[in-house]
């Protein structure tokens, strides 16, 4: 199985800063990487995929790296605003139909 | 498209009662997974179907857990007899064919088992 790592630390920042959410993995290497954004009392909602082969991934303010040497995916929000505030998951999957999910990290963005 | 359809929202039962979820999918989307979240285990795959038949229910805590699919459009899960711990929200996702595709999620149910 895959053990997924994401700091279970609320993270704290500055509106305007960059917001930097890290997440680890062991064991094997996932052909797919997603992350997705979660607000209290709603279900996850998709935000970016990234591929083995891709080490970055952009879409508007969001930025994904993928490190397969680190196990690690690093998840950027530049220019954070207080409606970034949500917990960020991400998930990888396992023979491409099954994705196991990190427990999230709390961002709190604030004016 | 009014999204994945979960129900109840709510659902509050005594241990040993039988419990009912109830799941529509994204018309179209040929896959449906079960998940459950807790604080403590986060969010767990319990089960997934492909084209209405199920795949792998490894995650399937035990045999107190149920879930069909009689139809693309519909799906249950099942919890005969509940107990206090399994107690969590648990999320129905659908996605389209295709690796990697984004799998999208229903808003929930939040299930009080006392």
């Known amino acids: 199985s895959q053990k997924i790592e994401q700091n279970s630390e609320a993270l704290n920042i500055q509106e305007g800063k960059t917001a930097t959410l890290t997440c680890n993995y062991t064991?094997?290497?996932?052909?797919?990487l997603q992350w997705y954004r979660q607000d209290p009392g709603r279900g996850p909602v998709f935000l970016l995929l990234?591929?083995?082969?891709?080490k970055e991934k952009r879409k508007e303010r969001l930025k994904v790296t993928f490190d397969t040497t680190l196990k690690q995916s690093l998840f950027h929000i530049t220019a954070s605003q207080p409606a970034d505030s949500a917990t960020y998951l991400c998930?990888?999957?396992?023979?491409?139909?099954?994705?196991?999910f990190g427990s999230g990290t709390k961002l709190n963005v604030k004016p | 498209d009014a999204g994945v359809i979960q129900s109840p929202r709510h659902e509050v039962t005594e241990m040993g009662q039988e419990v009912t979820l109830r799941c529509k999918p994204i018309?179209?989307?040929?896959?449906l997974f079960w998940y459950r979240q807790t604080m403590m285990r986060g969010l767990e795959l319990l089960i997934y179907?492909?084209?209405?038949?199920?795949?792998?229910d490894s995650g399937m805590p035990e045999d107190r857990f149920s879930a069909k699919m009689p139809n693309a459009s519909f799906s249950t899960l099942k919890i005969q007899p509940s107990e206090p711990r399994d107690s969590a929200v648990y999320f129905c996702?659908?996605?389209?064919?295709?690796?990697?595709?984004?799998?999208?999620f229903g808003p929930g149910t939040r299930l009080t088992v006392l």
């Open positions: 996702a659908s996605r389209p064919s295709g690796s990697g595709n984004e799998q999208f």
């Open positions: 064991n094997y290497s996932p052909a797919y």
């Open positions: 990234i591929r083995e082969n891709e």
């Open positions: 998930a990888l999957d396992h023979n491409f139909n099954k994705f196991y």
């Open positions: 018309s179209g989307h040929d896959y």
């Open positions: 179907f492909n084209n209405n038949v199920p795949i792998d």
